[in-house]
């Protein structure tokens, strides 16, 4: 009989390193989507805020720190990635379970925002997009996330079986950023 193993979304594709860009794949832990119920958005923010220590998150922001992150992640919902879900959460909001769903990485380095400028449609120039910003977009013909955790730092998020587009992508786009140096 065969065994099976579980392997990440980038086994075997990262980490990589081309030119001021590294790219490397990040465990955030368990992954809740937060969908407060009509008219509960308050009280969910309140009870996130208790259970995690964060407020639920803006349009186009996040909340929280390293280890306990709530992303936005579209119009009335919430990322939560770190902590399980504190179940009273349940009273004030859909809570589903997104832990394999996706493929978490970050680009970080020198380059990393001009990498990024030749896959994602929308300007994550530190002047605009600071930290703490976060948005739902295309990475190249992919539906994603992109969150901006330091000055040279992002973390993207694609659907799990996108990984190795992902990482052909980022690849690409390094390399030309690369040459360009």
């Given at each position: 009989?065969?065994?099976?193993?579980?392997?990440s979304?980038?086994?075997?594709?990262?980490?990589?390193?081309?030119?001021?860009?590294?790219?490397?794949?990040?465990?955030?832990?368990?992954?809740?989507?937060?969908?407060?119920?009509?008219?509960?958005?308050?009280?969910?923010?309140?009870?996130?805020?208790t259970?995690?220590?964060?407020?639920?998150?803006?349009?186009n922001?996040?909340?929280?720190?390293?280890?306990?992150?709530?992303?936005?992640?579209?119009?009335?919902?919430?990322?939560?990635?770190?902590?399980?879900?504190?179940?009273?959460?349940?009273?004030?909001a859909?809570l589903?379970?997104?832990?394999?769903?996706?493929?978490?990485?970050?680009?970080?380095?020198?380059?990393?925002?001009?990498?990024?400028?030749?896959?994602?449609?929308?300007?994550?120039?530190?002047?605009?997009?600071?930290?703490?910003?976060?948005?739902?977009?295309?990475v190249?013909?992919?539906?994603?996330?992109?969150?901006?955790?330091?000055?040279?730092?992002?973390?993207?998020?694609?659907?799990?079986a996108?990984?190795?587009?992902?990482?052909?992508?980022?690849?690409?786009?390094?390399?030309?950023?690369?040459?360009?140096?």
């Amino acid at each position: 009989m065969d065994e099976l193993v579980a392997k990440s979304p980038c086994a075997g594709l990262l980490p990589l390193e081309i030119g001021a860009v590294r790219v490397e794949e990040v465990d955030l832990g368990v992954l809740t989507t937060i969908a407060p119920y009509a008219g509960q958005a308050a009280a969910t923010s309140d009870a996130l805020k208790t259970a995690h220590g964060m407020a639920f998150p803006g349009a186009n922001r996040m909340t929280g720190k390293e280890g306990a992150r709530a992303i936005w992640f579209g119009r009335d919902m919430a990322l939560l990635a770190g902590p399980s879900c504190d179940a009273t959460l349940a009273v004030h909001a859909a809570l589903t379970d997104q832990s394999d769903a996706w493929a978490s990485v970050t680009a970080s380095g020198a380059g990393a925002e001009a990498a990024l400028a030749r896959l994602v449609p929308v300007d994550l120039r530190a002047a605009t997009f600071k930290r703490g910003h976060s948005v739902r977009t295309l990475v190249q013909h992919m539906n994603g996330s992109v969150t901006r955790l330091g000055p040279d730092s992002f973390l993207i998020l694609v659907f799990r079986a996108m990984a190795p587009t992902l990482v052909h992508d980022l690849k690409l786009a390094m390399e030309a950023v690369a040459a360009r140096g």
